[in-house]
């Protein structure tokens, strides 16, 4: 806007426009000097100042300084943009560093000849060269008493009234993920969780200085906490976690109940109705404007200090919390790796070359296997592994918290890289494999007992020979003493000595794995008999598409398998054992575990990779009927 469009405007030359603005003005008409005016003044035209300075008019700009991270800002500068316009005036928006910047940019404002300033602060700041004029927006009650003119609104009350409501619905177990300029949420999280006598852990919430981060890693962890319900701290922080949980296919509120601090276009945006704590910030803005202007016509400093309350919007995104995890704690201690899966007509053989179909890359080892189908399950799965520092290891441990597993008990080294598996699949589903330990190696005896404490009321420990035999055996011996059972998956690459083998309650080889332990027999029967005279609890021997058999004292039988056509057998076995631990975890009898193994490994095989074929909860218990036909009637 210039003088030749205020001209314009006003339907006169710009000569004239300048004599009215420059007071030169004794030749001009009063009518056209009044339209003049009026349009100088609708247009707020800066040059326009220096008249109403000569005149001793008021100023009709008031300055607005924001904090650069304020998460409100938009819908701060929008309600007083609004209530200033409405009111005859206009706003001029500084955003500022509050630590840095608030002094420089109030002393701007001033030799602008603003009117007015309203202060976004949560810090204690009183002078200003806005004595008579000055208005103070908080998130927060700590500012200064000296700031007479105060509209706040507390963030702390919002994590509060958030986690209260989680806690009407019955919720516990209640994760918080928060920015750190946001804190002040938790704290009011954390006054919420102990006036209702709940335990607050610092591993259910995570605080950072980035959403990227949060939706790395934060998010993950607190899902591997099997928390029921999940504070989000922005809307922004609200959409990351939506996206882990579709990923993860878990279910809003059926599975997991979510709340958002903040509300507006973002949650919106998602498609899913979120129930969200709306912060004030329109009402806080709209009334510290009008405040500031009534001051400035009086030209009277009034004194005010009004709290805003945050209020819930309720969407449907909170339930009752989801039936809690049944069974009792399983402990995973084996090997995590990256699965290379290669998939070729047949298996080659010695000096033959063979053209890869097609090759996936996915997480693994037997140790995270077992630990994800016991979390996919609904089983409280716990994992002690060594891992490299490497995109690898970040990539498996994102995998297993992601799918519900606690890694308390898993630690990046910085010697070794993370180890891999490479996996030949032929069209039949079959499948041989060459697995390179890596940081799996380096598992020792003093990282058990450093997470010693993990096996406290563990019922399960699932154990494979991935890794180093020394360190599987101290472990079959600390869980005697801690009176867990043990589940085995033997290998050809380590042997268990005999004397171990009454401290090993389930020995779950496959056929190939029987004949290295038991080499002298002649019937798979007569060999899972010599077992037993070992000390073995139980042997079940995997067999495949043809089911498995099972031998113990009481039972000697034959479980047939399911029919379900493979693809992949890679992970079977590894599918079978998590599914036995967990329903026997749950206090389910022998027989019926083995037939919801059998049938969670027929599930597993008939996808490529291991991880992600691993069966959840639902898709097995649909043959439950079926599995009692087949295998309980006898």
Known sequence: MNINDIAKLAGVSASTVSKVMNGKDKDIGEETKKKVLKVIEEENYIPYSKYREKEGLKNH?????????NREREELIMSAEKTARDMGYSLVVSYV???KEMKQRIAEMARRKIAGILLDTNQCFTETKFENASVYICQTKGFDERQKATF????????RIAADRLIKAGHQKIACIVL?????????????????NFPVQPIWSYESDTIEDIE???????LSENVTAIICGSQEITFSVCKVLERGRTAIPEELSIISIGDGRML??????????????NNVAGEAAACLIEMIQSEKQIEVMKRFPPAITERGSIAEPAQAKLGEKIVVVGSMNMDVTIEVSRIPVNG????????YVFPGGKGGNQAVGVGKLGGQAYMIGCLGNDMDGKQLYTSLTENHVHMDGVLFDHSLPSGKAYINVERSGESTIVVYPGANRNLSILHINRFKYLFDSAAYCLLSLEIPGDIAEYTIKFC??????????????????????????????NEHELNVFVPRGESLEEKAEILLRKGVGNVIVTLGARGCYFRNLEYSMYFEGTGFEAVDTTGGADSFISALAVYLSEGKNIIQSIGCAVYASGLSVTRYGVQPALPDRKSVDIYEDEIYSKYMRR
């Open 61 to 69: 700009l008031i300055g607005f300084l924001v904090r650069k991270n």
């Open 152 to 159: 706040y609104y507390r963030l702390s009350e919002a994590g």
């Open 352 to 359: 033959e070359t063979q053209i890869a179909e097609r090759v």
């Open 216 to 222: 790395k890693y934060g998010v993950s962890q607190c």
């Open 268 to 281: 919106e945006m998602l498609g899913y109705g979120i129930t969200a704590v709306k912060l004030p910030s």
């Open 180 to 196: 750190k300029q946001d804190k002040s949420i938790w704290d009011g999280y954390k006054l919420a969780m102990q006036n209702n």
């Open 480 to 509: 005697r003493r801690n009176d867990t059972q043990v589940i085995l998956k033997p290998s050809a690459v380590e042997k268990i000595k005999d004397e171990l083998l009454p401290d090993i309650s389930y020995f779950v080889p």
């Open 97 to 99: 560093d509050e630590s």
